[in-house]
């Protein structure tokens, strides 16, 4: 079992820039935290979880990223594997990107393909508001 707790969230104005951080623990015997694909999602009010960004690991560089056309070019996507915590770096913000923002990750290993889909994550963590005002 996998534990994901989020931090970083809070109230910004359009324009500013926040970074959320999650950090993981408790993951299976045996498997490092690196091995993990880690995802970013959102949901605003009324709204459907919608994907945001995620970043696989492999040995030759720091992880392949994959972000959703709404932030691509304002978010990074990055982690830091010796303290398994994963970053959102959210830059040029906008009011549409109010949301409670989460943490996950896949149960299983991937190769050649970055899940981006909210039913292909089985970890998730309990969520920070992110509210941006205009």
């Known amino acids: 079992q996998v534990q994901l707790v989020e931090s970083g969230g809070g109230l910004m104005q359009a324009g500013g820039a926040l970074r959320l951080s999650c950090t993981a623990s408790?993951?299976?015997?045996?498997?490092?935290?690196?091995?993990?694909?880690m995802g970013w999602f959102r949901q605003a009010p009324g709204k459907e979880r919608e994907f945001v960004a995620a970043?696989?690991?492999?040995?030759?560089?720091?992880?392949?990223?994959y972000y959703a056309d709404s932030v691509k070019g304002r978010f990074t996507i990055s982690r830091d594997n010796a303290k398994n915590t994963v970053y959102l770096q959210m830059d040029s913000l906008k009011p549409e990107d109010t949301a409670v923002y989460y943490c996950?990750?896949?149960?299983?290993?991937?190769?050649?393909?970055?899940?981006?889909?909210?039913?292909?994550?089985?970890?998730w963590g309990q969520g920070t508001q992110v509210t941006v005002s205009s």
């Open positions: 408790g993951r299976a015997s045996g498997r490092a935290f690196s091995s993990y694909v």
């Open positions: 996950a990750a896949p149960r299983g290993y991937y190769s050649g393909y970055t899940p981006h889909s909210t039913d292909e994550y089985d970890y």
């Open positions: 970043i696989s690991w492999n040995s030759w560089n720091s992880g392949n990223t």
